[in-house]
């Protein structure tokens, strides 16, 4: 089933949750709404689903319109991030349950359910767990049966809010795994909601980026990493370092002379020495030893801090210049451990810093 969301804005009270969002999803596509707490990305799930009601748009269902259909009328499949399992009810009888509330007409009969219980459970991995109670699984196991009670209803589009949350981060990894090859067994139409950029990056065809109620940017996970099309987007995606300067003829210049840099821009090829933003990913920046003979073409820095684990080395930069960085000052840059051996850096000493590929936004 596919998915069109048109106009969709919803406000509690003073506060603007949805702003005018538009937005359609495939048919069998797997969906990420990710961004910040409060951004609006649970308002317009729960819109989808019919627990909440928007203030203005329209939700249409391959083409029909179900903004006013109950939560029934839409089969959807909700997925909470704390499970809502019944807990005097064993596993079985949780995946059985929307199956039993059927109505009479089209509720199966006892022994159609068990079949198709068994089988939910079989396909989840937990075929073993059904005479146990909610009390007696782990987490994750957890997550799984509540998964397998909303597919119990045969769902057109299947609904997770955080639905791995409420885990340690191991566990989380596995069901990110498990949920992606489900989908790729199933086909459902789903749209799972998460702050966590990693998640929903590794997981989703396509992610749904959010920002103070509206949608920022969407595109497949690698479109949204590697053209982020906005400040905020950039800023989101994972580590990033901030630096200030100017924009003149396709040219970005952050710092002055010896102690700064310039960089080709040639987005901007039209701005006039324009107050600018360059966003440098901690990778994308080369350190070198400090040469005070020599022009440096770069950022001098202090090196703060270096934490070395497994293959990668974090290095924690202060400027010489305080402004020429974000609001916490500090710079993060990344490299291999073996390089960071080589260079034989010690902690205190003068570095200088040059991006070897930045984004930079006119302000």
């Given at each position: 089933?596919?998915?069109?969301?048109?106009?969709?804005?919803?406000?509690?009270?003073?506060?603007?949750?949805?702003?005018?969002?538009?937005?359609?999803i495939d048919s069998g596509e797997l969906v990420a709404l990710l961004g910040p707490s409060g951004c609006g990305?649970?308002?317009?799930?729960?819109?989808?689903?019919?627990?909440?009601?928007?203030?203005?748009?329209?939700?249409?269902?391959?083409?029909?319109?179900?903004?006013?259909?109950?939560?029934?009328?839409?089969?959807?499949?909700?997925?909470?991030?704390?499970?809502?399992?019944?807990?005097?009810?064993?596993?079985?009888?949780?995946?059985?349950?929307?199956?039993?509330?059927?109505?009479?007409?089209?509720?199966?009969?006892?022994?159609?359910?068990?079949?198709?219980?068994?089988?939910?459970?079989?396909?989840?991995?937990?075929?073993?767990?059904?005479?146990?109670?909610?009390?007696?699984?782990?987490?994750?196991?957890?997550?799984?049966?509540?998964?397998a009670r909303a597919l119990a209803v045969e769902p057109k589009v299947l609904l997770l809010d955080e639905p791995f949350g409420a885990l340690d981060a191991k566990v989380r990894k596995e069901l990110r795994r498990w949920l992606r090859r489900l989908h790729d067994d199933l086909h459902v139409t789903s749209i799972f909601v998460t702050h966590d950029q990693e998640e929903a990056l590794e997981v989703a065809d396509r992610v749904v980026l959010m920002n103070s109620g509206k949608v920022e940017q969407v595109g497949t996970p690698q479109q949204v990493w590697d053209h982020p099309a906005s400040p905020f987007v950039y800023g989101f995606l994972g580590d990033v370092n901030l630096f200030h300067g100017r924009a003149h003829e396709g040219e970005m210049r952050i710092g002055e002379g010896h102690d700064g840099v310039r960089f080709a821009s040639p987005e901007h090829s039209t701005t006039q020495d324009a107050k600018a933003f360059a966003y440098v990913r901690p990778h994308d920046l080369e350190v070198r030893r400090y040469q005070a003979s020599e022009p440096n073409n770069g950022?001098?820095?202090?090196?703060?801090?270096?934490?070395?684990?497994?293959?990668?080395?974090?290095?924690?930069?202060?400027?010489?210049?305080?402004?020429?960085?974000?609001?916490d000052d500090i710079i993060e840059a990344q490299m291999t451990a073996q390089q960071f051996h080589e260079l034989g850096l010690k902690e205190g000493e003068t570095v200088v810093v040059t991006p070897r590929k930045a984004r930079v936004f006119v302000a």
């Open positions: 089933m596919s998915i069109a969301i048109r106009q969709v804005s919803k406000d509690f009270g003073t506060f603007k949750a949805l702003r005018n969002v538009d937005l359609d990305k649970t308002t317009l799930l729960r819109i989808i689903a019919g627990l909440e009601t928007a203030d203005h748009g329209n939700i249409l269902f391959s083409g029909e319109d179900a903004t006013d259909f109950n939560v029934r009328e839409r089969n959807v499949g909700f997925v909470f991030q704390h499970y809502a399992l019944f807990r005097h009810m064993s596993v079985f009888d949780n995946v059985a349950f929307g199956l039993r509330m059927k109505p009479r007409t089209t509720r199966p009969s006892e022994s159609v359910i068990k079949e198709k219980v068994h089988a939910l459970l079989g396909l989840v991995q937990l075929d073993w767990l059904s005479d146990r109670y909610p009390a007696q699984l782990s987490g994750g196991q957890r997550q799984r049966i509540a998964l950022i001098a820095a202090k090196l703060v801090r270096a934490i070395v684990v497994g293959p990668i080395a974090r290095l924690e930069l202060l400027p010489e210049d305080r402004s020429l960085a974000g609001s």
